[in-house]
């Protein structure tokens, strides 16, 4: 019977894919960026909460787990245990936890069984929860829990206390009597795909993934896309560089981007700099890193040498190798991090970048 449907929709299916496909659009992703800005500035608790940020505070930043159904396009089953020993860590270690969207994956799975398939990592997070210290963003892959009107239920029922569900948050501070904000989103903000009026995200969210999903039809999203991807991320950091003392933080393209650099661009800053001073070791080393790295940090912008270090991405939790990336904010310092297995399948965390947020706000000046 799947055939049968296969077959009789694939075509019209594929059109409609094309035609409404994700586009992501400069003007549209920058209104609705400020937009959500303003609103959580101007009505916090109603679409994001504004959070104090102090030489005291520890954030733990992961989006994109992608939680499925521990089945063959699940994976989110080969990073599960790093993500479960990361919340360990963070939870012992009194951080507050951002989910920052894309956490189900509801296009290709129901929720039931998400929900049966994940009860560990639920439990882990309920753990934040308990002690106050849990966000949850909603992404365009879990853009239920945003427009279902029984999701709250479901929540609920998972972590045993009401949830709320917010498109995005701000941390303020202030460093040597400067003022420093941190505005945080999924990222999928302006694409026409997944964030248009309450009927056309219930619609993309409940019929369309899944219809796509069904006939197994890419649905050509940045975190699949080459070419998305990138633009996406430019159009990310076009609107953090145009603000004041703001950083962006994001998720969606599952690319890790630290001040505004890839993770790969910042490997060719640093071997650039390794063969300027002659360190033969250290540009070994580099070389090697980049090699390795290709397939997952895949980007070289043409200016990377000059931009503005206004924008971060997390990556994702659900690297094919079973790594994980995320954004650390703690003791005064920002930090690319990432959770791998070790030859003992044991998982390591490794600090990846960091920069003092002192240090940081000062380039921003």
Same mark, same amino acid.
């Given at each position: 019977?799947?055939?049968?449907? *296969?077959?009789?929709?694939?075509?019209?299916?594929?059109?409609?894919?094309?035609?409404?496909?994700?586009?992501?659009?400069?003007?549209?992703?920058?209104?609705?960026?400020?937009?959500?800005?303003?609103?959580?500035?101007?009505?916090?608790?109603?679409?994001?909460?504004?959070?104090?940020?102090?030489?005291?505070?520890?954030?733990?930043?992961?989006?994109?787990?992608?939680?499925?159904?521990?089945?063959?396009?699940?994976?989110?089953?080969?990073?599960?245990?790093?993500?479960?020993?990361?919340?360990?860590?963070?939870?012992?270690?009194?951080?507050?936890?951002?989910?920052?969207?894309?956490?189900?994956?509801?296009?290709?799975?129901?929720?039931?069984?998400?929900?049966?398939?994940?009860?560990?990592?639920?439990?882990?997070?309920?753990?934040?929860?308990?002690?106050?210290?849990?966000?949850?963003?909603?992404?365009?892959?879990?853009?239920?829990?945003?427009?279902?009107?029984?999701?709250?239920?479901?929540?609920?029922?998972?972590?045993?206390?009401?949830?709320?569900?917010?498109?995005?948050?701000?941390?303020?501070?202030?460093?040597?009597?400067?003022?420093?904000?941190?505005?945080?989103?999924?990222?999928?903000?302006?694409?026409?795909?997944?964030?248009?009026?309450?009927?056309?995200?219930?619609?993309?969210?409940?019929?369309?993934?899944?219809?796509?999903?069904?006939?197994?039809?890419?649905?050509?999203?940045?975190?699949?896309?080459?070419?998305?991807?990138?633009?996406?991320?430019?159009?990310?950091?076009?609107?953090?560089?145009?603000?004041?003392?703001?950083?962006?933080?994001?998720?969606?393209?599952?690319?890790?981007?630290?001040?505004?650099?890839?993770?790969?661009?910042?490997?060719?800053?640093?071997?650039?700099?390794?063969?300027?001073?002659?360190?033969?070791?250290?540009?070994?080393?580099?070389?090697?890193?980049?090699?390795?790295?290709?397939?997952?940090?895949?980007?070289?912008?043409?200016?990377? *040498?000059?931009?503005?270090?206004?924008?971060?991405?997390?990556?994702?939790?659900?690297?094919?190798?079973?790594?994980?990336?995320?954004?650390?904010?703690?003791?005064?310092?920002?930090?690319?991090?990432?959770?791998?297995?070790?030859?003992?399948?044991?998982?390591?965390?490794?600090?990846?970048?960091?920069?003092?947020?002192?240090?940081?706000?000062?380039?921003?000046?």
């Amino acid at each position: 019977m799947r055939k049968f449907f *296969q077959w009789l929709l694939r075509k019209p299916v594929n059109w409609m894919a094309e035609k409404f496909s994700s586009d992501p659009d400069r003007e549209r992703i920058h209104t609705a960026l400020s937009n959500l800005y303003k609103n959580i500035k101007e009505n916090p608790g109603k679409k994001g909460l504004l959070l104090e940020l102090n030489s005291n505070s520890r954030f733990i930043i992961f989006s994109d787990q992608h939680k499925g159904a521990k089945n063959g396009s699940d994976n989110f089953m080969f990073a599960e245990k790093n993500y479960l020993s990361a919340l360990d860590y963070y939870n012992q270690n009194g951080f507050y936890f951002i989910s920052l969207g894309d956490n189900e994956e509801l296009w290709e799975n129901t929720l039931f069984a998400v929900k049966k398939n994940n009860i560990p990592s639920f439990e882990k997070e309920k753990l934040f929860l308990k002690r106050k210290a849990f966000t949850k963003v909603f992404g365009n892959h879990d853009l239920y829990w945003n427009n279902d009107p029984f999701a709250g239920w479901q929540l609920k029922k998972i972590y045993r206390e009401e949830v709320k569900i917010y498109e995005g948050l701000i941390l303020q501070s202030t460093i040597n009597n400067k003022s420093l904000e941190i505005f945080l989103t999924h990222g999928h903000q302006g694409d026409r795909q997944s964030d248009g009026n309450k009927f056309s995200t219930w619609f993309v969210g409940v019929i369309w993934a899944p219809l796509q999903a069904y006939l197994n039809i890419n649905p050509n999203t940045p975190a699949v896309s080459e070419q998305l991807k990138t633009a996406h991320n430019s159009m990310m950091y076009e609107w953090s560089a145009a603000q004041n003392n703001l950083l962006l933080i994001t998720g969606h393209t599952h690319q890790p981007v630290f001040e505004s650099l890839t993770h790969l661009e910042r490997l060719y800053q640093q071997l650039a700099l390794a063969i300027n001073n002659n360190n033969i070791e250290e540009r070994q080393r580099l070389q090697q890193e980049i090699v390795s790295r290709k397939y997952d940090y895949d980007h070289i912008g043409k200016d990377y *040498q000059s931009v503005k270090p206004t924008y971060f991405n997390t990556g994702c939790c659900c690297f094919s190798d079973g790594d994980i990336t995320g954004i650390e904010i703690a003791d005064g310092m920002i930090r690319l991090i990432k959770w791998s297995y070790d030859e003992n399948k044991n998982s390591v965390r490794n600090i990846l970048e960091e920069i003092a947020l002192a240090q940081l706000l000062s380039k921003l000046n």
